[in-house]
């Protein structure tokens, strides 16, 4: 991997893996993360790719590109090459491998009845997967990061990746701002939880029951509410109390939860107000999730 302190470095993730992995998943929630994301790129043309959108200085300063068994008659063991030329660009590179056991692989295709990639040459599905790890062994061995996504669900791996791929783009500490609903559990990894129950629920509202924290009607109506006000106006300082000595400790990286009962209302509010908040102190590297809205 090449690294660079420098800031206006643009940044490439290369993600790879077993078809079924998650692959898509992850792309998908690094568009969401504001990267410029190319599905099943040819790898040959990584290099190519690459400077186009990095021409005359009109960077993006996310990039991320697919690339896996789909590369039909290239081999993939000269991917480091390609990648060396993407270095040479001036460009930050993270190869991110997605692995999952054969078992749980199995029951995915057999669950959404996709076909596998090597499908077209005959081959059983189990048969398909051994083939397709002999052809992603270099690429596996390469890897900076190895996911394996056999114990996660669609939600675990979206948090999975904005943890460990779309934080940490900005010096000092990353923060994420989750919400969900105590109903269907705590997230596994919050480093704190603020219930959020206790505050008044638009849910009694018809006029806002449809609607989520991120709408302005329920925005408007909360910020109304006195309690609501103390309940941020303390949050808030315990963040600005707190967050520094972790900084100075050797975190990367703080999940703050907030959980109400049906996690559309109150905590993604208070997600968005309290993420906002840090924003506003000059932290860069804020990100938010709302685990009952995706």
Not at 190 to 214: E, I, T
Not at 225 to 244: I, K, M, T, Y
């Amino acid at each position: 991997m090449v690294t660079d302190s420098a800031p206006s470095r643009p940044s490439l993730v290369v993600i790879s893996g077993l078809s079924g992995s998650g692959k898509s998943v992850a792309l998908n929630t690094l568009e969401d993360l504001d990267y410029n994301c190319v599905d099943n790129l040819p790898a040959e043309l990584l290099p190519a790719f690459v400077e186009s959108v990095t021409r005359n200085g009109e960077a993006h300063p996310r990039l991320a590109v697919g690339i896996d068994v789909r590369n039909r008659g290239v081999d993939l063991s000269q991917l480091p090459e390609w990648l060396s030329a993407v270095g040479a660009l001036g460009v930050d590179y993270t190869l991110v491998y997605f692995d999952t056991r054969d078992e749980i692989l199995l029951k995915r295709y057999s669950e959404t009845r996709r076909r596998h990639p090597l499908s077209h040459t005959g081959l059983a599905l189990a048969d398909a997967i051994v083939l397709e790890r002999q052809v992603l062994r270099p690429v596996r061995a390469i890897a900076d990061h190895v996911i394996d996504t056999s114990e996660l669900n669609v939600h675990q791996l979206r948090r999975r990746v904005i943890v460990q791929l779309g934080a940490g783009q900005q010096p000092g500490l990353s923060l994420l701002f989750e919400s969900f609903a105590y109903k269907r559990g705590l997230p596994a990894d919050a480093d704190f939880v603020f219930d959020a129950r206790c505050l008044p629920n638009p849910h009694w509202d018809s006029r806002l029951r449809p609607l989520s924290g991120r709408d302005a009607a329920v925005r408007e109506h909360l910020e109304a509410q006195p309690e609501v006000r103390e309940f941020v106006q303390q949050v808030a300082a315990f963040l600005d109390a707190w967050l520094p000595r972790l900084e100075d400790g050797t975190r990367s990286y703080v999940t703050i939860a907030f959980g109400c009962t049906g996690g559309r209302h109150r905590s993604v509010f208070l997600a968005e107000r309290l993420a906002r908040h840090c924003r506003e102190q000059g932290r860069e590297d804020v990100l938010t999730f709302h685990r009952e809205l995706e």
